[in-house]
């Protein structure tokens, strides 16, 4: 009896830690996504020191910006706007990337995102 109650309170005890770790999570911040898809290109794509900075200040720009938007239309509710914008960061993403990786890397990165959807 001492031992069945004794695996009780450890669950109940497991349990209550476990709720209160998850409640102390936060979404990662702007930097912090453009820090680890910054990251993620350089590893598979090679970038070198000048690309990665600016693939970095591109993404925090994104990702800023689909922000603004995302707040904007939940105030508005206009999911048309709210495509065509994210839809339009997207473009611009693409376009800036094109500038910045060479035209291997630009395949490559293409590629990534097929495999990604």
Do not use: C, W
């Not at 109650?5 to 209160?20: E, H, P, R």
């Not at 453009?34 to 070198?48: E, F, P, R, S, Y």
């Amino acid at each position: 009896m001492k031992y069945v109650l004794t695996v009780l309170a450890f669950i109940v005890f497991t349990a209550g830690s476990t709720n209160a770790q998850t409640a102390q999570r936060t979404a990662p911040t702007i930097q912090d996504q453009a820090t680890q898809k910054q990251g993620l290109l350089v590893n598979k794509l090679g970038l070198n020191q000048t690309q990665a900075t600016k693939i970095y200040h591109l993404y925090v720009q994104a990702l800023t910006d689909k922000k603004t938007a995302l707040d904007k239309y939940k105030v508005d509710h206009d999911e048309t706007a709210k495509k065509n914008s994210i839809s339009s960061i997207k473009s611009d993403i693409d376009a800036r990337m094109k500038l910045i990786l060479t035209a291997d890397q630009y395949v490559n990165f293409k590629k990534m995102q097929a495999s990604e959807k």
